[in-house]
């Protein structure tokens, strides 16, 4: 369709007789072989992990298995949203209006559309907040500032995406100081009031949590730089942008999966979660029938 509207213009420009302003042809951005090799690539990874995530969740008690589901969810969502934008499908385009300035005449409209690969924000909207759901049971975060980490992650995502599709620069960067701010709220749950909260835990969950939460960050920092230079200015192009967050992905989810649940499994009891997420509805909290009549 891109495609048409380019060659409708190059047309209409060619039976012009005196070019007056020659509006040059519509830019498309879009990927190349190395994009869609990549994101197969990915695709695979994020099988093999899903099914080495299960299969190790099935080896502990019901349990303890809390863990390894929500980091087995993390890489199927994943997978999901590979497999969307390897078959094209899960992406859009975003049109982009330049005015190039000309030399005694009217200025120029440079049309460029580029790809925006949506499907990753709709798998970032859910895999994000379990990978801060990882962190924050293995923290022992509260459940009120669990909740603010992940409202802020899904608030970041969300305007991270409105910020891809907008078409001018002024709100575009507006959208995306908005999903910068909401970062920090992340990272201040993060590295402040759960490091905080582990501190209370024994020594090796403590120094675990440090280590895979700072190597989080890290790698979480590195998300929006990187949009920066792609989705944002568009100096980046399309293949260097899939490559870019492929790294990133696999990093964050199987290896991040794979340190977790190996060291979890390793790891003391206060690793683990009790209550409900453990044992469900057990006895203790579950109305017997016949309870009011025992009074009386
Ligand atoms: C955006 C752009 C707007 C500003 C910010 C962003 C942050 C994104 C992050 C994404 C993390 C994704 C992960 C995926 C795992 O596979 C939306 C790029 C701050 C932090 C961990």
Not at 81 to 108: C, R
Request: hydrophobic fraction near 50%.
């Amino acid at each position: 369709m891109i495609d048409s509207i380019g060659d409708a213009m190059k047309k209409a420009t060619s039976t012009l007789p005196i070019p007056t302003v020659v509006p040059d042809a519509p830019e498309l951005q879009k990927s190349g072989d190395v994009g869609n090799r990549t994101l197969w690539v990915v695709f695979v990874i994020m099988v093999i992990s899903s099914i080495a995530f299960y299969a190790m969740a099935f080896r502990v008690p019901v349990q303890k298995r809390l863990f390894h589901i929500l980091t087995a969810f993390i890489t199927t969502f994943a997978a999901i949203s590979y497999f969307a934008m390897a078959v094209g499908d899960g992406i859009s385009h975003n049109k982009i209006v330049i005015k190039e300035k000309q030399k005694n005449f009217p200025d120029v409209d440079h049309i460029i559309y580029r790809e925006v690969y949506w499907a990753r924000y709709v798998d970032w909207s859910v895999t994000t907040p379990l990978l801060l759901l990882d962190l924050s049971l293995l923290a022992g975060l509260a459940g009120a500032n669990i909740l603010v980490a992940i409202v802020a992650d899904v608030i970041m995502i969300l305007t991270g995406l409105f910020a891809a599709f907008t078409v001018d620069s002024g709100p575009k960067w507006g959208w995306y100081a908005i999903a910068c701010i909401a970062y920090l709220v992340v990272v201040y749950q993060l590295a402040f009031n759960a490091r905080g909260v582990v501190k209370g835990k024994d020594s090796k969950t403590a120094t675990f949590f440090t280590a895979i939460a700072g190597f989080t960050l890290i790698l979480w920092t590195v998300y929006p730089v990187i949009w920066g230079v792609a989705d944002g200015s568009r100096k980046a192009d399309v293949d260097a942008e899939i490559v870019a967050y492929a790294v990133l992905d696999v990093l964050a989810k199987p290896v991040f999966g794979f340190w977790l649940l190996f060291t979890h499994d390793s790891l003391s009891s206060t690793g683990s979660i009790e209550g409900f997420w453990a044992n469900g509805f057990g006895k203790e909290g579950t109305l017997r029938v016949g309870d009011d009549d025992e009074g009386a």
